[in-house]
């Protein structure tokens, strides 16, 4: 079994940053990309970030100029750099990494941006 395990949420003020981590418990599975998605309160749970295992990466366009995605694939582990938060950023974020048969998500970690 597989676990995602998500870190660098918290509580900022309109304007800051923070860097979300996810870490996966094995490093022996095969991976073609990597994920952030969120679930703001009410809404539907929405594809943030993806990078792919050959750097490739797409961007929501809410998040265009501010978020940047980067992963180290030997370790298992994809970054989430937030800049220029906005409060209607305010979600739980989950990591996500696909492969060909497999589709694991982390807990969740909760990024709260105060105007």
């Known amino acids: 079994q597989v676990q995602l395990v998500e870190s660098g949420g918290g509580l900022v003020q ?3 940053s923070l860097r979300l981590s996810c870490a996966a418990s094995r490093t022996d599975f095969q991976i073609n990309d990597m994920a952030w998605h969120r679930q703001a309160p ?3 749970r929405e594809l943030v ?3 792919t295992m050959w ?3 797409t961007y929501a366009d809410s998040v265009k100029g501010r978020f940047t995605i980067a992963s180290e694939n030997a370790k298992y582990t994809v970054y989430l750099q937030m800049n220029s ?3 209607e950023d305010t979600a739980i974020y989950y990591c996500n990494m ?3 048969w497999t589709d694991y998500w982390g807990q ?3 990024v709260t941006v105060s105007s």
Do not use: C, N, V, Y
């Open 14 to 16: 309109a304007g800051g």
């Open 42 to 44: 009410g809404k539907q």
């Open 49 to 51: 970030a993806r990078i």
């Open 55 to 57: 750097g490739t990466s």
């Open 85 to 87: 938060l906005k409060p």
């Open 98 to 100: 696909r492969g060909s």
């Open 108 to 110: 969740g970690t909760q």
